[in-house]
T-cell receptor, first 114, second 110 residues
Framework: GAGVSQTPSNKVTEKGKYVELRCDPI?????LYWYRQSLGQGPEFLIY????????DSGLPNDRFFAVRPEGSVSTLKIQRTERGDSAVYLC????????????FGNGTRLTVT | QKEVEQNSGPLSVPEGAIASLNCTYS??????FFWYRQYSGKSPELIMS????GDKEDGRFTAQLNKASQYVSLLIRDSQPSDSATYLC??????????FGTGTRLQVFP
């Protein structure tokens, strides 16, 4: 079956621009997570959705970052006024019910801010 | 203090040896513990989960948990070159989100 799909796989943008990163989770998975991974580091938690609602957004670094999941399936991570420090791989993961069911990761979106 | 600590490595072991990967965590209320494998340029994939003290075996992999010492480890028996990857330890925090360590890079040489 289809896994977690993330688009685009690569995104290059100029400093100050707005970007949207999309995540299509595994069908039927109610929990969806966004992580950010920099080179040589482990994934850093950003936000967690249970259904349509953000259950925990404590990892979003500042108000330039926002994420939505309006119908409880596809999620979009939105970054305004991008900065060079936002460059990283953005990983999306979904799980059937939440933290105690396995997380399945997508292949990530590599964001480069020039 | 980082919530999940791992030695970044690289840990180099010869083919056929046992690789031992270690992880400590700071949150005493953590309940669930996971090991993920990440090949270079790829996304993490779950290889083991453990929830109670003791050992859990799955094929060549054994996860060990000691909640009193706040320590979790992964043993890989009969290591193969294909096991060369970064191994990420992940722990649930008190709000049920998964916190990752920085990972240990394992190199298995023929």
């Amino acid at each position: 079956g289809a896994g977690v799909s993330q688009t685009p796989s690569n995104k290059v943008t100029e400093k100050g621009k707005y970007v949207e990163l999309r995540c299509d989770p595994i069908s039927g998975h109610t929990a969806l997570y966004w992580y950010r991974q920099s080179l040589g580091q482990g994934p850093e938690f950003l936000i967690y959705f249970q259904g349509t609602g953000a259950a925990d957004d404590s990892g979003l670094p500042n108000d330039r970052f926002f994420a939505v999941r309006p119908e409880g399936s596809v999620s979009t991570l939105k970054i305004q006024r991008t900065e060079r420090g936002d460059s990283a791989v953005y990983l999306c993961a979904s799980s059937l019910t939440g933290i105690n069911s396995p997380l399945h990761f997508g292949n990530g979106t590599r964001l480069t801010v020039t | 203090q980082k919530e999940v600590e791992q030695n970044s490595g690289p840990l180099s072991v010869p083919e056929g040896a046992i690789a031992s990967l270690n992880c400590t965590y700071s949150d005493r209320v953590s309940q669930s513990f996971f090991w993920y494998r990440q090949y270079s340029g790829k996304s993490p994939e779950l290889i083991m989960s453990i929830y109670s003290n003791g050992d859990k075996e799955d094929g060549r992999f054994t996860a060990q948990l000691n909640k009193a010492s706040q320590y979790v480890s992964l043993l890989i028996r009969d290591s193969q070159p294909s096991d060369s990857a970064t191994y990420l330890c992940a722990v649930t925090d008190n709000t049920d989100k998964l916190i990752f360590g920085t990972g240990t890079r394992l190199q298995v040489f023929p």
